[in-house]
C-alpha cells in the first residue's frame, strides 16, 4: 500500500511560483507513474501533469503548458509539481497520485493511490 502526502499548498498572488511535493511511502516509488490533478470548488478533479517512472517522459494539460513543470526524484520517493505564473483560474485542491505502472496516463481512473490534497488559492 502506498501512501502519499502533497505539500507546498498556500495563498499566492497571480504572477508567482510554487512548488508543490508529493512524498511518498510504503512502496517501491520508482516503479510508479505519478500524477497530478487539481479539484476546484464545484467542479469536477481535473488532469494537470503526469510523468513516467524514470521521469523521462511527462505530459501537461493544455492550460499549464509552459508554465507548470513536474519532475520526480527516486532518490527522495518524492514528486513535484513548480507553478511558474500562477493565474487565479490555477485555484483548487491539488493532488498526487500513482499508478502501477510505468507508463502514465490522463485519466482519474488509472491512478491506483491518491494523496489527501494541498489547497492553492492564487488572488488576482
Do not use: H
Request: charge should be positive; charged fraction near 15%; hydrophobic fraction near 35%.
Amino acid at each position: 500500500q502506498v501512501q502519499l502526502v502533497e505539500s507546498g499548498g498556500g495563498l499566492a498572488q497571480a504572477g508567482v511560483s510554487l512548488r508543490l511535493s508529493c512524498a511518498a511511502s510504503g512502496g517501491t516509488f520508482s516503479s510508479y507513474a505519478m500524477g497530478w490533478f487539481r479539484q476546484a470548488p464545484g467542479k469536477e478533479r481535473e488532469f494537470v501533469a503526469a510523468i513516467g517512472r524514470l521521469g523521462g517522459n511527462t505530459y501537461y494539460t493544455v492550460s499549464v503548458k509552459g508554465r507548470f513543470a513536474i519532475s520526480r526524484d527516486n532518490a527522495k520517493n518524492t514528486a513535484y509539481l513548480q507553478m511558474n505564473s500562477l493565474k487565479p483560474e490555477d485555484t483548487a485542491a491539488y493532488y498526487c497520485a500513482a499508478r502501477r505502472t510505468s507508463s502514465f496516463t490522463y485519466y482519474i481512473e488509472g491512478y491506483d493511490y491518491w494523496g489527501q490534497g494541498t489547497q492553492v488559492t492564487v488572488s488576482s
